[in-house]
Nanobody
Framework: QVQLVESGGGLVQAEDSLRLSCAAS????????MGWFRQAPGKERESVAA????????SYADSVKGRFTISRDNAKSTVYLQMNSLKPEDTAVYYC?????????????????WGQGTQVTVSS
């Protein structure tokens, strides 16, 4: 199975940018469709973005469209989430996830493997 480790979170101000990384090990990253999810205190986990195995197709939550970009480098076994124009409501723990299916999904229950998460805090 694949192991996932997120990094790149931190405390930033509104309108700043951050790039999250998700490093995969144990299995070849290209075997998995990948997703980013987030969970704010007291709220349910929600989808952020997803990307197919080859990187050819992406999907985004409406709340982040035009601000966030998901990408992957299978040779480096890493998935990225570039976050621009951050807002206080983006504050959450961000998780990356992997699923064996080739179909992109924005449903957290569709994913098979999860990282531990990285905290992103956006101050106003």
């Amino acid at each position: 199975q694949v192991q996932l480790v997120e990094s790149g979170g931190g405390l930033v101000q509104a309108e700043d940018s951050l790039r999250l990384s998700c490093a995969a090990s144990g299995r070849t990253l290209s075997l998995y469709t990948m997703g980013w999810f987030r969970q704010a205190p007291g709220k349910e986990r929600e989808s952020v973005a997803a990307i197919t195995k080859s990187g050819g197709t992406t999907s985004y939550a409406d709340s982040v469209k035009g601000r966030f970009t998901i990408s992957r480098d299978n040779a480096k076994s890493t998935v990225y989430l570039q976050m621009n124009s951050l807002k206080p409501e983006d504050t959450a723990v961000y998780y990356c996830a992997a699923r064996r299916s080739s179909i992109v999904s924005m449903t957290w229950g569709a994913y098979d493997y999860w990282g531990q998460g990285t905290q992103v805090t956006v101050s106003s």
